[in-house]
Every structure is written in structure tokens, then in C-alpha cells.
């Protein structure tokens, strides 16, 4: 989640999490990918920016997941459609 820095005001996004698993991503520390996640078959069920689980729809054509806080991603954004 962002942090405030110091009570400056600016926002250092330092933290990203597996958006397949949940957990948060560390340098150094595997945390490895389903392979169906690898081979583009299962959309992302996390939020990369806080780790909060989405609101996912699959349909023939495609996906779209929504977190609560930052919105919705479509699998058409990454090109995956």
C-alpha cells in the first residue's frame, strides 16, 4: 500500500504484490507463477499496487478484474484479447 513519506505528502509506491497469488513481492524471494497464469490462460485474482483480491469476469473473448481501490483492469489494456 503507499506510504506517506514523512508527512511531505508525496506517495512512494515501494510495495507490489503477485497478482496471481496475493503475496507480497520481495526482491530475491521466488514466489512462483501457476503455469496457467504463465501461459495467459488465468487472469491476475490480486491487485499489483495493494494485494486486495478482485472482482474477476471471464468471458470467450476476454477478462476484466476490478479492485475496490484502483478500478478495473481489462485483459484488452494488455493486449491479451
Not at 12 to 22: Q, S
Not at 54 to 67: F, T, Y
Amino acid at each position: 500500500m503507499p506510504r506517506s513519506d514523512a508527512g511531505h505528502g508525496t506517495e512512494l509506491v515501494d510495495e507490489r504484490y503477485n497478482p496471481f497469488t496475493g503475496r507480497r513481492v520481495v526482491v530475491g524471494v521466488d514466489d512462483p507463477t501457476p503455469a496457467a497464469a504463465r501461459l495467459g490462460l488465468e487472469p491476475p485474482r490480486f491487485c499489483e499496487q495493494c494485494g486486495r483480491r478482485m472482482i474477476v469476469q471471464v468471458s470467450p473473448d476476454g477478462w476484466w478484474a476490478k479492485c475496490s481501490r484502483h478500478g478495473v483492469l481489462d485483459s484488452t489494456l494488455l493486449g491479451r484479447r
